[in-house]
């Protein structure tokens, strides 16, 4: 289930990180302050809980009902995993489990789609190189 | 022993929704069968209000759509396996599916695959950097979680898509640099695009994105003009400072299932691709094997539902025999769809559908195996 409702009113969570700043002028302090949707004239999105989890050992908080992909787009991570044969960074792209950009290793199962799968509380995500491995390989 | 059903349905969107409505009220066993929790498909994070008829739910937003849907099915004893996905058609009318926790067959005497369309990408360097992100994922980012797709976006593509997603960005209180259109007019709607002009949007027509900018995730854009012949424009590169590049560019049916089936697909540009030939019925050259929504051409929610209403009702009549009101609810929808085609954005789909009821199928063919 999502947690989003639109006639309840939510509470604002505002985070801080510290992010190099970027060399194109884009202020990243902009990104990572208030990636959260905090003022919608439609919607409003209702904090039905943390969960905490753990991003390369890093301890993250993403809400119940949220998407890993989610979660990690709301701390400001973008890149999720190095292509196969160029090494090349990549993040989602579709969001919906269709284009499989997104798999990285969870709870050290190598090619999960991130997109589709539900944050657990903690859930070890960790960035996958090329196809991954499985445990014991 | 393996579980077999009248109907399996392949997706829960629109179109999929619809056909189980419409098939279990007419009181065929229906299985419906989507890889996401919640049903209604992208219908989910559409905060737009639709247009049209009220019958096709002018008016209403597309969220509130699929809830309505939802609680329509819920009443019926249709059988509903959420978190599946279908993962391949075999012989003998048998579908494999897998959840999270396992793999199991279901067997069945028709199938309504209607299993929507995937984003494209579109040619240009580094389009494949984290911060390049299809229109429906930013969509599902801000509109289903609450989360900012970033700061500073670059839309390419005026279409509708492009047009109300840039307008939603805007109401999520994410800027909008610019939105890109490769041809020499706004494919849109007047009334989106109006709304983004009077927010001071740019939307630059003849006007492409050449590269993504940055080393791990987007930083930047550069925007070209185009000439009639697409080709960039010397001298009228300029960057923009954003760090998300959202891409409106269309959708591709997503037909493996029915490349699967073995049944006859034909390449109609109109349609968005490769698309399985059908009839009036929604029926492809595969007997009992139907298709609706996005997967039958590009279109858009309120064709996807008329589809499967007329899916649902010719398969009911399939397993049921005939009935006065499958008949009916296939009459009205087929008669409600070639009037929304005769509207003027119904042209392309309209054009589409024609060039495919011209090709001749090898009709009749059974399922493989």
């Known amino acids: 289930m999502h947690a989003r409702t639109y006639k309840a009113k939510s509470k604002v969570e505002s985070r801080k990180s510290k992010v190099p700043s970027s060399p194109f002028g884009v202020r990243r302090s902009q990104l990572t302050k208030g990636r959260r949707i905090d003022q919608h004239p439609i919607l409003t999105f209702e904090n039905s809980g943390p969960i905490g989890f753990f991003f390369e050992g890093r301890s993250m908080t993403g809400r119940k009902g949220e998407t890993i992909a989610a979660a990690l787009a709301a701390n400001g991570i973008r890149l999720f995993r190095h292509a196969e044969k160029t090494g090349r960074p990549r993040g989602f792209f579709c969001a919906v489990g269709k284009c499989a950009s997104c798999l990285m290793v969870v709870d050290g199962k190598p090619n999960t789609m991130v997109c589709m799968e539900p944050l657990r509380e903690g859930v070890k995500v960790e960035r996958q190189s090329g196809r991954g491995r499985l445990r014991g390989e | ?369």
């Open chain 2, 1 to 369: 022993m393996v579980n077999t059903t009248d109907l399996a349905i392949a997706g829960g969107g629109p179109a999929g929704l619809c056909a189980a409505i419409t098939a279990s009220g007419l009181g065929v066993k229906v299985v419906l069968i989507d890889d996401n929790d919640r049903l209604g498909g992208q219908l989910v994070k559409q905060t737009h209000k639709f247009f049209g008829s009220k019958r096709h739910y002018c008016g209403t937003r597309g969220m509130d759509i699929a809830t309505t849907l939802e609680a329509e099915l819920g009443v019926l004893p249709a059988e509903v396996l959420r978190g599946t996905s279908v993962v391949g058609l075999y012989g003998g009318r048998m579908l494999g599916l897998a959840n999270r926790e396992r793999f199991f067959k279901l067997g069945f005497k028709c199938l309504i695959v209607a299993t929507g369309a995937a984003e494209n990408n579109v040619l240009f360097q580094n389009n494949d950097l984290p911060g390049v992100y299809g229109a429906g994922a930013v969509q599902t980012l801000m509109n289903v979680y609450g989360v900012k797709p970033g700061a500073r976006v670059l839309m390419v593509g005026s279409g509708n898509i492009g047009l109300i997603v840039s307008y939603q960005l805007i109401q999520a209180g994410i800027e909008v640099a610019a939105v890109v259109e490769a041809l020499p007019k706004i494919g849109g709607y007047h009334v989106h695009a109006a709304k983004l002009a009077r927010l001071g949007v740019p939307i630059l027509t003849s006007h492409t994105v050449l590269s993504a900018l940055g080393k791990e995730q987007v930083e930047g854009a550069v925007i070209c003009r185009v000439g009639e012949d697409f080709k960039p424009v010397a001298r009228t590169a300029k960057k923009l400072n954003v760090d998300t590049i959202c891409l409106a560019v269309g959708l591709t049916p997503l037909s493996e299932l029915l490349w699967q089936s073995g049944c006859n697909m034909v390449y109609v540009p109109e349609l968005g691709g490769h698309v399985a030939w059908h009839d009036e019925n929604m029926q492809t050259s595969i007997c009992q094997v139907y298709l609706a929504g996005d997967v039958s051409g590009i279109e858009e929610a309120s064709t996807a539902m008329l589809e499967g209403r007329v899916a649902g009702a010719h398969a009911a009549m399939q397993v049921l025999g005939p009935s006065p009101e499958a008949e009916r609810i296939l009459a009205e929808s087929q008669s409600e769809l070639c009037a929304i085609r005769k509207g003027p954005f119904g042209d392309k789909a309209a054009c589409g559908k024609a060039r495919l009821a011209e090709c001749v199928p090898v009709a009749g063919v059974p399922a493989r195996g």
